[in-house]
């Protein structure tokens, strides 16, 4: 075991209209990647390098599932695949793990009647998943600006975000949406 082994990661963010590209193709997410920020300046460059060696390479889009239903017939979803609320919410998580717990939960109190449990589930959690979903709606412009100006302007307000009465914000509004579903002792 190595004592001092130590690991960094990157993520690249970017805007785009949706991109045609095949999700098999590492070769090509990565040529998009490197196309994208070919000009940048600062670790950039040797951030791209080290990418063609990642062995967890990963590519994908910033995105939200919003379905009518999480369930048919005797299958159901949960989690990201139900209601990913994006990693701009930073709600993921949370979401599964408590949707989990009420899926469990309904299922044991259903006493077999999976299509009442599979309905109880979506009530009880429906709420609470989109509150989770709309910390992350609108989001994405301050996140990933589109222009030069937009990530002008959201640079300057993350600096002067901690001199603000609002400071707090980006942990307190968590907080207070995931405090509030109320879960049964099933």
């Known amino acids: 075991m190595e004592a001092h082994r130590r690991e960094a990661k990157a993520s690249f963010f ?3 209209e949706p991109l045609d590209h095949d999700r098999r193709d590492t070769e ?3 040529r998009i990647l490197r196309d994208h920020f070919q000009h940048e300046g600062w670790e950039v460059p040797r951030l791209l390098e080290l990418m063609e060696t990642a062995p967890d ?3 994908d889009s910033v995105s939200q ?3 009518k239903r999480w369930s048919s017939g005797r299958s159901v979803l949960l989690g990201d695949a139900a209601y990913c609320a994006s990693p701009l919410s930073g709600m993921g998580t949370g979401m599964a793990v408590v949707g989990a717990y009420v899926l469990a ?3 044991a109190e259903a006493d077999g009647d999976y299509a009442m449990a599979f309905e109880r589930y979506e009530c009880l959690m429906r709420d609470f998943v989109e509150k989770c979903q709309g910390i992350a709606d609108g989001g994405t412009d301050w996140f ?4 030069r100006f937009r990530l002008w302007l959201s640079n300057q307000m993350w600096k002067i975000l901690p001199y603000t009465p609002w400071k707090n ?3 307190e509004v968590p907080v ?3 405090n509030s579903i109320s879960l049964k002792d099933y």
């Open 57 to 59: 390479f990963y590519f």
């Open 176 to 178: 207070k949406i995931g």
């Open 169 to 171: 914000m980006m942990i």
């Open 14 to 16: 970017f805007a785009t």
């Open 144 to 147: 990933v600006p589109r222009t």
């Open 105 to 107: 939960g309904e299922l």
């Open 65 to 67: 599932v919003k379905m």
């Open 28 to 30: 090509q997410q990565k």
